[in-house]
């Protein structure tokens, strides 16, 4: 099984919807992080938690939300979708503390807002 | 604020030809410096990282980067390129070992046979 999990893979959506991206890792690591990927744009930081009761905004936070639920599980919440957040999002985690900052990511979630 | 550039959106090379990608970072002083590969329809994986022990960088499956602080790049090469090759490269990199990592826009690899 996968360190980093992500559900959905593969989501279908419309314009106004709610929708919730949810990662879960097995890696024990206390930090993790949302980014987004667009062609072009390589990839943008949406939030970041350092530990469970630590969230921080990324460089794209607008219309996104998160929720760490424990250390393990990491959510991201787009609360009314619009179509350019259309992109593929990725979760990823790594150690806490003086570290070299290597990331583990999941496979990744793809996102259709029409 | 920091940034890092890459060179190129996309390269083609021969099977077995040099594989050179470029990343250039701009920080006031110098990174730990990072390359990931993303394989289709995979996350991304750590190919190699640079944390001043060393200039000369070596990683998985052949790869190696050198760190050049006067020109402020971070290069990846690999002396004979394969099929496999073939993926989306991104250069990645954060001021300190507390700070974000940024990622640079990514340079796709397409192997000729």
């Known amino acids: 099984d996968a360190d980093v999990t992500q559900t959905p893979r593969n989501r279908i959506t419309k314009t106004g919807k709610r929708i919730m991206l949810e990662c879960s890792q097995t890696?024990?690591?206390?930090?993790m992080y949302w980014y987004r990927q667009d062609p072009g744009l390589g990839l943008r930081l949406i939030y970041y938690?350092?530990?469970?009761?630590?969230?921080n905004k990324g460089e794209i936070s607008d219309g996104y939300s998160v929720s760490r639920q424990a250390q393990a599980k990491f959510s991201l919440s787009l609360e009314s979708a619009i179509p350019n957040q259309t992109a593929l999002y990725f979760c990823?985690?790594?150690?806490?503390?003086?570290?070299?900052?290597?990331?583990?990511f999941g496979e990744g979630s793809r996102l259709t807002v029409l | 604020a920091q940034s890092v550039t890459q060179l190129g959106s996309h390269v083609s090379v021969s099977e077995g030809a040099l594989v050179l990608l470029r990343c250039n970072y701009s920080?006031?002083?110098?990174?730990?410096l990072f390359w990931y590969v993303q394989y289709p329809n995979q996350g991304l994986q750590l190919l190699l990282k640079?944390?001043?022990?060393?200039?000369l960088v070596k990683g998985i499956n052949g790869f190696e980067a050198e760190f050049k602080k006067s020109e402020t790049s971070f290069h990846l090469t690999k002396p004979s390129a394969h099929m496999s090759d073939a993926a989306e490269y991104f250069c990645?990199?954060?001021?300190?070992?507390?700070?974000?990592?940024?990622f640079g826009p990514g340079t796709s690899l397409s192997v000729i046979p």
């Open positions: 890696k024990g690591h206390d930090r």
């Open positions: 990823a985690t790594s150690e806490q503390g003086p570290y070299t900052g290597e990331l583990f």
């Open positions: 640079y944390t001043s022990a060393a200039t």
């Open positions: 938690s350092f530990d469970v009761k630590d969230i």
């Open positions: 920080s006031s002083v110098p990174p730990y």
């Open positions: 990645a990199a954060r001021k300190t070992s507390y700070d974000k990592v940024i």
